[in-house]
């Protein structure tokens, strides 16, 4: 099918590249795969007249979907865990609209690798034209991997990393978690200055590259810092309930800690939660440094709050990232096997860091997500 969408290939519409999207950390209940994944009927081709007027854009711009067909793109999410997944599953939805020349089968696959795998090979059945995947666990990709490409189908690895063969895929998008963890590490050292550290991590989902990339980046630093000691590390499943009652526990078992680090913004919010019970203080001006991950618009608010004290960047909006490989596929253009989604860190208010943003209103005013 994308083969030959590829020749017949003519500009008609405008296609979005990235879309904001706003913070909505409520998600519905996820639908079972065969039912969401099931393709919306064919939508009827973009105004034909308009087609002339545009045939002088570039192929970059060009629609997709002009000879009437909408690409087919499937996306196995990872579930709704998080306000980043959240906002993250928005981007994907509005991006690969019927209107921008897409029919997205979407799949929130509720954080089951079994289900994802079992999503990717509907969509294999289904003749997609495009598959993004969003990794729940980096190992255990191989063989559905391998089926896709014998299919002919175009992967796309997104958010997180596969550990399998980069043959075996068309191309990855990211960011980079290997760096955020030692963005926080980094940082963590420069406002520390040499004194102790007594640290609890609170991690993300076992066998996530985004748990993985995190935990490897800030260990990388701890293992520079002799007087640093990581007391425990526990997963929290990237949600607040997780990180809540990680952080309960945490507290039953140390009374001598000054740094929790939490793998997303949700566990943090669950961290603060268990702290605020147990009468611990927190944040630029209590007795535990919270270092946390995603820098959502809540997770920010947090922190130009000074409640966490440094907040790294992990950018949801990568749908047009996306697209524009997608696009370029479809044009019969090669594209990168690896694409970086770039991501800064945030510091609560009073803080200079070589590392990290400043925290002000006017930046949390700019959050899309
Ligand atoms: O893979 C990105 C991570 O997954 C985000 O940090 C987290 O919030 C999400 O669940």
């Not at 690895?157 to 399998?164: E, G, M, N």
């Not at 479809?330 to 200079?352: C, H």
Request: charged share 25%; proline share 2%.
């Amino acid at each position: 099918m994308k083969k030959k969408i590829a020749l017949l290939l003519v500009s008609a519409m405008t296609v979005s590249g990235l879309v904001a999207c706003g913070n909505s950390a409520a998600e519905e209940a996820p639908a079972a795969a065969t039912e969401e994944a099931a393709p919306a009927e064919e939508e009827a081709a973009p105004a034909e007249e308009e087609a002339s007027a545009e045939e002088e854009a570039s192929a970059e711009e060009a629609a997709p979907a002009a000879d009437g067909e909408l690409i087919k793109v499937g996306f196995a999410q990872v579930g709704h865990e998080s306000d980043w997944r959240a906002a993250n599953t928005k981007n994907y939805q509005d991006t690969f609209s019927e209107a921008n020349g897409y029919e997205l089968s979407f799949v929130d696959c509720d954080n089951d690798h079994a289900v994802q795998i079992e999503t990717v090979r509907g969509f294999i059945e289904q003749e997609l034209d495009y598959i993004c995947i969003a990794p729940i666990q980096s190992a255990g990709w191989d063989t559905v991997l391998q089926e896709a490409q014998d299919a002919g189908i175009d992967v796309l690895i997104v958010d997180r990393a596969v550990d399998a063969d980069e043959s075996l895929y068309t191309t990855a998008l990211g960011c980079d978690m290997v760096a955020e963890g030692e963005a926080a590490g980094n940082w963590l050292a420069e406002y520390l200055n040499g004194e102790d550290a007594k640290i609890l991590v609170i991690e993300g989902s076992v066998g996530a590259s985004a748990t993985l990339g995190r935990t490897e980046g800030f260990n990388n630093i701890v293992a520079q810092n002799s007087n640093w000691e990581v007391l425990d590390s526990q997963s929290g499943d990237f949600t607040q309930a997780g990180g809540q009652e990680v952080m309960e526990s945490f507290i039953k078992s140390y009374s001598d800690f000054n740094v929790v680090v939490c793998q997303n913004d949700n566990e943090a919010y669950g961290a603060m939660d268990a702290m605020d019970a147990a009468g611990i203080t927190y944040g630029v001006d209590g007795d535990v440094i919270i270092i946390s991950f995603d820098a959502t618009h809540d997770g920010l608010q947090y922190t130009l709050d000074g409640k966490i004290t440094c907040n790294v960047e992990c950018n949801p909006l990568q749908a047009g990232f996306a697209e524009e490989v997608i696009k370029k596929l479809v044009a019969g253009e090669t594209v990168d096997k690896w694409t970086l989604v770039e991501d800064e860190a945030f510091v609560a208010p009073g803080i200079e860091s070589a590392y990290a943003v400043t925290m002000s209103q006017e930046v949390l005013d700019g959050r899309a997500y």
